[in-house]
């Protein structure tokens, strides 16, 4: 069976398709780059903002539109309208997060077990979708109740995925040839206290470092209040990637109290410098969301200060949207849409400075890069795009294709229009590509 899997919204749900693809593969069916090749479309949605459904919305309709025979949809989108998600041309099944383990059973007719119990090896996904990095799934669902988010209602209370569970997908994911391994969760500092005997994400990590060979470990985002302060010196470690992403939200103690978050504009700054003093150049990305209810200007005014202390390498801004179910969704004092856009638009252009700026620290520098997509053109060269340990964007060319390696650079300029740098890549690399070694 050819089978076309397509992802909307976070590295979770990436994690998740690419998961289905591993077992996919182990059982003979073919993961296809486009729905025209597919007999059956996955769609893995995502319902966190008004857009991410529209989105979800769109691809399904894409999937089918495009040729797939039968689509089936499952993720947060389909969990909170299941009734919807069974009206669009195509679908055949819809399977809410609390069944998604169910999915692949169900389609190709396996046990559980059957399926559990197979060997696989992980490999990037073919088309738009695919990337050289792993993401590993070690978590699932939230325990917090940030009054803007549908998380919570869509995937449940937390969940820590079993550590033979975790590395065997680590395992999988470098026997297919990944250099960098993306730990990802709902909640991921909270991985491990569920557990009868009680771990912690630190326990989880310095495991990981001692018995894998993974070159780079990431972590993808983590609440303030639950980064460890003892897991800092872990980046002692040159696998550890020197990049965190820690969603803040709001700089504005009041806007931070009424969106249900567990810490302080102060004591978000008092856990950056901690991270900054322990881990030098280190790249802090985070979230911020604009238009909340009862927020003012001066909120804004309040966080665009704090971004700018940090010196965030870069950041995610939503205007926010209310969502059926959550407690801000009641909350008097909207902001009206286009003051909200407009206040979006200023968060943005905050953090295209400080990203250049810490962009602007590396120029001359050589860094390692992982190579994450590659074109040939014309003239014979490869055009490549890959992502330093810092989470830096890299492009520059090559004799010789380089994709899903890792290779030393010298950074050398801004990229003309886009967040990113140019580099000229170490003539010694190429050299070794091309006699094969």
Not at 81 to 99: K, M, S, Y
Not at 155 to 171: F, H, L, N, T, Y
Not at 291 to 308: C, Q, R, S, Y
Request: charged share 25%; proline share 5%.
């Amino acid at each position: 069976m050819k089978i076309f899997l397509d992802v909307i919204g976070c590295r979770l749900n990436q994690s998740e398709i690419e998961g289905f693809a591993s077992v996919l593969r182990a059982l003979g069916h073919e993961i296809v780059p486009d729905p025209d090749q597919a007999n059956v479309a996955i769609v893995n949605t995502c319902a966190v903002t008004v857009k991410a459904a529209a989105d979800s919305r769109k691809q399904i309709r894409r999937a089918s539109r495009e040729g797939a025979q039968a689509v089936v949809v499952t993720g947060c989108w389909a969990t909170l309208e299941p009734e919807a998600a069974r009206t669009l041309p195509g679908v055949r099944d819809v399977f809410d997060n609390q069944h998604k383990d169910d999915l692949l059973p169900v389609l190709l007719n396996k046990t559980p077990e059957e399926i559990s119990a197979l060997e696989y090896i992980r490999t990037p996904l073919p088309g738009e979708r695919g990337r050289t990095r792993a993401f590993i799934k070690v978590q699932e669902g939230c325990d917090h109740h940030c009054t803007y988010c549908l998380t919570r209602l869509v995937r449940g209370p937390s969940r820590s995925r079993k550590v033979s569970e975790i590395q065997r997908d680590i395992k999988a994911a470098l026997d297919g040839g990944s250099h960098e391994i993306v730990l990802t969760g709902v909640q991921l500092g909270g991985w491990g206290r569920d557990f009868d005997q009680p771990q912690s994400l630190k326990d989880l990590l310095a495991l990981i470092l001692t018995t894998t060979g993974t070159a780079r470990l990431r972590l993808s985002s983590i609440e303030p209040w639950e980064f460890d302060l003892e897991m800092l010196p872990l980046w002692q470690d040159e696998r550890m990637c020197r990049h965190l992403h820690i969603p803040l939200q709001s700089g504005s103690d009041r806007v931070l109290k009424r969106m249900g978050r567990l810490i302080s504009a102060d004591g978000y700054l008092n856990l950056i410098d901690q991270i900054q003093e322990a881990i030098p150049d280190v790249a802090l990305t985070t979230d911020v969301i604009a238009g909340f209810p009862g927020e003012e200007g001066d909120d804004i005014d309040t966080t665009i200060a704090l971004i700018k202390q940090v010196g965030f390498s870069g950041g995610h801004v939503f205007t926010y949207s209310p969502r059926p179910g959550t407690a801000a969704e009641k909350m008097d004092r909207r902001v009206e849409r286009s003051t909200a856009k407009a206040r979006n638009a200023l968060l943005r252009k905050t953090f295209e400075h400080t990203s250049r700026a810490f962009r602007e620290r590396f120029l001359g520098r050589s860094m390692s890069v992982l190579w994450e997509s590659s074109d040939r053109h014309g003239d014979g060269t490869w055009r490549l795009s890959g992502l330093t340990g810092h989470y830096l964007r890299v492009y520059a060319e090559s004799p010789v294709d380089l994709w899903n390696t890792i290779t030393p650079v010298r950074l050398l300029a801004h990229h003309p229009g886009r967040a990113a740098l140019l580099g000229e890549i170490d003539g010694a690399a190429t050299e070794v590509m091309e006699s094969g070694a």
